[in-house]
């Protein structure tokens, strides 16, 4: 697969990935039901496993290693922390403060892994 075929389909993902979390995270904070449908339940795993593919994928093809880029080592990072956040928002959190909180959170981390991928930068600012 080309390195272009590649590109479109990770950022599809991350589009489709931003647009799910937040919905889902709207719905948890409004106490949706909506939460529970099968396909809101199977769609993300399928979503993020075909981002993860495509972004190792891309990786390998471009001969890029995370122990030699600092960026990706911090995007890796990153999307742990964002998993981390993510099930304590929509699964974990015990009370709707701290869900409310970790989604906050989970955003806040999503938007700092775009800026690493953007700039190629693993600073905060």
Known sequence: MSYIALKHIHLTCIVLTFILFSLRGFWMLTGSSKLQLRWVKVAPHIIDTCLLISAISLAVLLQIS????????????????????????????????????????????????????????????
């Open 66 to 125: 995370p122990f030699v880029h600092s960026w990706l080592m911090a995007k890796i990072v990153g999307l742990i922390v964002y998993i981390l956040l993510g099930t304590v928002a929509l699964k974990r959190g015990k009370t709707k403060a701290v869900r409310s909180t970790a989604f906050v959170m989970a955003l806040l981390t999503f938007g700092y892994i775009i800026k690493v991928a953007l700039t190629k930068s693993a600073s905060i600012f």
